[in-house]
């Protein structure tokens, strides 16, 4: 019998031919090799499926499915997560480059803090060609990771590892339903289960490019920026997690900003907001 891998490395895939041999061989390179990768293309156009299938010759480790038809990112990534055997999971997009020591700073970070129930890390902008832009940092402790999520994201998701050993057999993992921000919704529910934490450490390279479909500029920012803001108000019902007062005056301020915002300035508003509320 097998012995289930320690970390599972979740990597949903579509149209990521140009970048996906970075982000796999990022995870091959780790220094920690107690894990398995599941790549789960939904169903590309381009020739990503065949590249996976062709690391996967290479190494047992990676597991590589496809979608007969596109399902979307959320119902993708349930699938992967539902083959795997880790106790932790790590998210990692198809598009960027995590570093060597992440899934041994993560996981052995995971194991000492058992009351954790994910972790983050710093993030290095980087452009199409892994040019950096910049460091974004984030929050250490639970409470302002909390408080500040009601504003902006506090723990980069591509960039976390979940402790699985803490969540229920039937934990309902993304909501297909939300297309746009599944990643809160996330969040948001595994806030019952634990601690939340980031480390002061880059743990990825995330890149930055015109047409990125992760990105909320290949949206519609303001309605983006609305379907988050009804996953943060049912979280407050439904988990009764507390915000603060300074953080409920920002909220109003920030709805009547983006109201009256056209498209194109929403972004630059998010990252010059959030200079100033992670001070």
Partial sequence: MNKSPLVSVIMASYNSEKYIPDAIESILSQTMKDFELIIYDDSSTDKTFQIAQEYAKGDSRIVVCRNEKNLG?????NKAISISKGKYICKMDSDDVSYPYRLEVQSSFLENNPDVVMVGGNVLMVNEDLTPIQEK????KHEEIIDASFLLVTVQQGASM???SKLPSNFPWYD?????GEDWDLFYKLAPYGKFANIDKIM???RRYKGQSKSLSSYNPKEVFY?????????????????SYKRRIQRLIQRAIIKILPNHLVIRVFYI???FVLK
Avoid: Q
């Fill in 162 to 164: 979940i402790n699985r």
């Fill in 273 to 275: 907001l959030r200079k």
């Fill in 204 to 206: 990825i390279k995330y």
């Fill in 73 to 77: 990112v959320s119902e993708t990534s």
């Fill in 176 to 180: 297909p339903e939300i297309r746009t």
């Fill in 137 to 140: 940092k984030f929050p250490k």
């Fill in 227 to 243: 379907t988050i803001e009804k996953v943060r108000d049912r979280a407050i019902k439904k988990y009764g997690l507390k915000v």
